[in-house]
């Protein structure tokens, strides 16, 4: 009999409204969203580890133009992508990250071989581009990265003098988020995946959470694995992810109640806006936000495929 095994995705939180969406972009993030589930699940179903499965499953978003990490990240008050990205593996607690990259293709999977075949956990900007390159990575242009969306959605941040989410509560931004995964692997692995293209409008060389261990990204075997999507400057304060964690071993919380906790509680106090998604030991899968919608997608233990977008659904 083979063991439990199950994966969750994210494609980023915000304000998610059913009037400003349209049919196709409904159709066509939900087809994206499944991809991305099942391309992880794949790797899970043949006995792949856990790790795998979740950068899988974040390459095919980081792919899409409607999510904000890779090709659809959103532009820095330059006009140009600064991309973060974070992986972590629960047996030895093992992590890699990104941050500031600006002409990697798939930035998660340049966080993988920080955590594989460096000895360092985080590498930035042009450090963590010469790295990439010294492992035979192509070097991509500005302009893969550039779309005509991200460029208007610049320019009325920069009108109102302001940096915001992807998703956020202005009319002439679109719907695009942050996106990440978490699984379990047949072996009992857990592993999270978080990749971004940060906050619109955004400067001075701001990182947000999903670059970094224990706030945007977590994975402890026997607990959980954690993946988040907000505003990063409260998720790096509150360390949401090793918050959720800490909650489960040191409270026995389970998955649910350590997720609602740290995201309708403290977090939301602070004002902090967002999601995170949350798999534990057992495969059990929770989706927690205190926005109008996330972007998300899991196949459970059993086999269930669910894809979802709004908070009511
Ligand atoms: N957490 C990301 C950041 O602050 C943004 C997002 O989730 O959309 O960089």
Request: proline share 1%; hydrophobic share 40%.
């Amino acid at each position: 009999m083979t063991q439990p095994f199950a994966i969750a995705i994210h494609g980023g939180a915000g304000t998610i409204l059913r009037a400003q969406m349209s049919a196709e972009l409904n159709r066509e993030i939900r087809q994206a969203l499944q991809q991305a589930v099942s391309a992880g699940h794949q790797l899970l179903a043949r006995g792949g580890d856990a790790l795998d499965a979740v950068v899988a499953a974040v390459r095919v978003l980081e792919d899409s133009p409607h999510f904000n990490a890779g090709h659809g990240s959103v532009l820095t008050d330059k006009e140009m992508v600064e991309m973060d990205a974070s992986v972590m593996h629960g047996a030895q607690m093992n992590a890699g990250a990104i941050a500031g990259v600006r002409h990697i293709r798939n930035p998660v999977e340049l966080a993988r071989d920080v955590m594989l075949r460096s000895q360092h956990v985080m590498l930035a900007g042009e450090g963590a581009e010469e790295f990439a390159f010294s492992l035979g990575y192509e070097y991509t242009e500005q302009d893969y990265f550039f779309t005509e969306r991200r460029y208007d959605q610049l320019q009325s941040m920069k009108q109102k003098g302001l940096f915001a989410l992807s998703e956020s509560a202005y009319p002439d931004d679109t719907k695009h988020g942050t996106v990440g995964a978490v699984a379990l692997d047949q072996q009992g692995n857990l592993a999270a995946a978080t990749s971004t293209g940060g906050i619109t409008n955004k400067r001075y060389g701001r990182i947000g959470d999903s670059a970094i261990i224990g706030a945007g990204t977590l994975a402890e075997n026997g607990t959980v694995a954690v993946s988040t999507t907000g505003m990063g400057e409260y998720f790096i304060r509150k360390g949401v992810a090793g918050d959720v964690a800490a909650r489960m071993r040191y409270l026995q919380q389970d998955v649910h109640t350590a997720c609602e906790q740290v995201i309708q509680g403290d977090l939301k106090a602070m004002g902090g806006e967002g999601g995170l998604i949350a798999i534990d030991a057992q495969g059990e899968i929770h989706f927690a936000m205190n926005s109008s919608g996330m972007y998300r997608a899991s196949i459970d233990v059993q086999g269930h495929l669910l894809v979802k977008i709004y908070a009511d659904e």
